[in-house]
């Protein structure tokens, strides 16, 4: 069996060609959909992946602002920007890019952003909301995970889903929404043990770690459908995943390429939530 590649790239495309009829559709009533992204410093993947993010926004015809501040500037100064665009009735999604300089606490800030404008999901409102059951903003990837997982048709009813990783951005909120899709979820983590003995319980193998090829072929079951959310780089500085993807191939069902796979996904999705964020503003 060779695995099915998952054309995160392809899914993306199509999703984004849906959400542009709707900013489309915003702007015939009046509303274009706007979305303000703080840059923090000088770091360069936070620039590469900003100006991904603005340019999906253009092609789309949202309106994107890009609020770059200077690395020494003090908590209160960056909370005040952030007051400001909760203000900002042209912005309906705000992000903060991270990660901020260390002198500068991430959770005062992400929790000064007004939940409603939240569009990476990270607010503790979205997240409670998530968890509960109520209308939250999804984190990004998490959310373009299960989109690309129910676009390549993945049964995940009764599905035993294994993630390996338990951030609050993927891993936790990946569990969140494999629950309320009635899969069996169980969450792994540098200290749990055994490791390859979780992974090949596996139908669906989410692995969000950072550590390339940590996932091989000796982790997995035959017939897993695997998602990497890894973005590492080698030692020649390429672009690489959590799993050894070569050596999986001939063992999955499914897999997804890094990169190609759930980056794209992610930009999408924050496409979505700032576009669901406007139309939320347009029905009030
Ligand atoms: P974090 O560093 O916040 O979390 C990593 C998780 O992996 C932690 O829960 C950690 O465990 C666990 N872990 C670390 N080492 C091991 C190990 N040897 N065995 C098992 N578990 C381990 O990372 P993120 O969740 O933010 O990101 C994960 C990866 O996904 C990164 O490569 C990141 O670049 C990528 N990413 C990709 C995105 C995309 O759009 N494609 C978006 C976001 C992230 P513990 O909690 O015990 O420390």
Redesign the pocket.
């Known amino acids: 069996m060779t695995a099915a590649i998952i054309d995160g790239k392809k899914i993306s495309e199509e999703i984004r060609s849906s959400i542009k009829k709707r900013v489309d559709l915003l702007k015939e009533n009046g509303v274009t959909p706007g979305l303000a992204v703080v840059l923090v410093g000088d770091n360069q993947a936070s620039k590469t992946y900003v100006s991904m993010k603005q340019k999906a926004c253009e092609k789309i015809g949202m309106h994107s602002v890009l609020i770059t501040l200077d690395s020494g500037l003090t908590q209160e100064e960056l909370l005040e920007k952030v007051d400001e665009l909760n203000h900002d009735s042209s912005i309906h999604g705000i992000l903060v890019q991270l990660p901020l300089p260390s002198h500068i606490d991430e959770l005062t800030v992400i929790e000064a952003i007004n939940p409603s404008k939240d569009v990476d999901g990270f607010h503790p409102i979205n997240a409670g909301r998530l968890m509960t059951g109520g209308d939250a903003f999804v984190p990004?990837?998490p959310y373009?995970i299960i989109e690309m997982l129910k676009h390549q048709d993945v049964e995940l009813s009764g599905k035993h889903a294994v993630i390996?990783?338990?951030?609050?951005?993927?891993?936790k909120p990946m569990g969140q929404l494999l629950l309320k899709e009635h899969a069996t979820v169980t969450y792994?983590?540098?200290?749990?043990k055994d490791?390859a003995y979780h992974t090949r319980q596996a139908d669906i193998l989410i692995a969000?770690?950072?550590?390339i090829k940590?996932i091989t072929a000796d982790h997995i079951k035959e017939g897993v459908v695997i998602i990497d959310?890894?973005?590492?780089r080698d030692e020649n500085g390429k672009l690489c995943g959590?799993v050894d993807f070569e050596d999986c191939l001939q063992k999955a069902a499914a897999i997804t390429p890094?990169p190609g796979?759930?980056?794209p996904?992610?930009i999408t999705m924050l496409l979505a939530n700032t576009v669901q964020s406007a139309e939320r503003f347009l029905s009030k």
């Open positions: 990004c990837t373009g390996v990783g338990r951030s609050n951005i993927v891993g792994c983590h540098s200290r749990t490791l969000a770690v950072g550590v940590l959310v890894g973005m590492n959590d890094v796979g759930v980056g996904m992610t």
